[in-house]
């Protein structure tokens, strides 16, 4: 299993982002993916999940409204596009699946809301 994070960068608030992650290594379309961030000093937190049937999608109240995850079966890929951005969505972004059991995560990519 390998998952690989793009699109993260530095933006002012207000902003907007579109994160990817790229999956292989096991059959995407069939397995619910997740986002989750970790900002310095606090412990990771689920951001949103995307589930593999029909698609129905699971936000943290912290990011409804403003967040969208989507999925591309064909391609293996999940976004996460990110508006109205605050500088507390700064964190390192992280993405998810648990396969067999195990928990998978990519390297991460570094989203900063800043002025």
């Known amino acids: 299993v390998q998952l690989v994070e793009s699109g993260g960068g530095l933006v002012q608030p207000g902003g907007s982002l579109r994160l990817s992650c790229a999956a292989s290594?096991?059959?995407?379309?069939?397995?619910?993916m997740n986002w989750y961030r970790q900002a310095p000093g606090k412990e990771r937190e689920l951001v949103v999940t995307i589930f593999s049937a029909g698609g129905s999608t699971n936000y943290a109240d912290s990011v409804k409204g403003r967040f969208t995850i989507s999925r591309d079966n064909a391609k293996g890929t999940v976004y996460l596009q990110m508006n109205s951005l605050k500088p507390e969505d700064t964190a390192m972004y992280y993405c998810?699946?648990?396969?067999?059991?195990?928990?998978?995560w990519g390297q991460g990519t570094q989203v900063t809301v800043s002025s």
């Open positions: 290594g096991f059959t995407f379309s069939i397995y619910v």
């Open positions: 998810n699946v648990r396969f067999r059991g195990n928990d998978y």
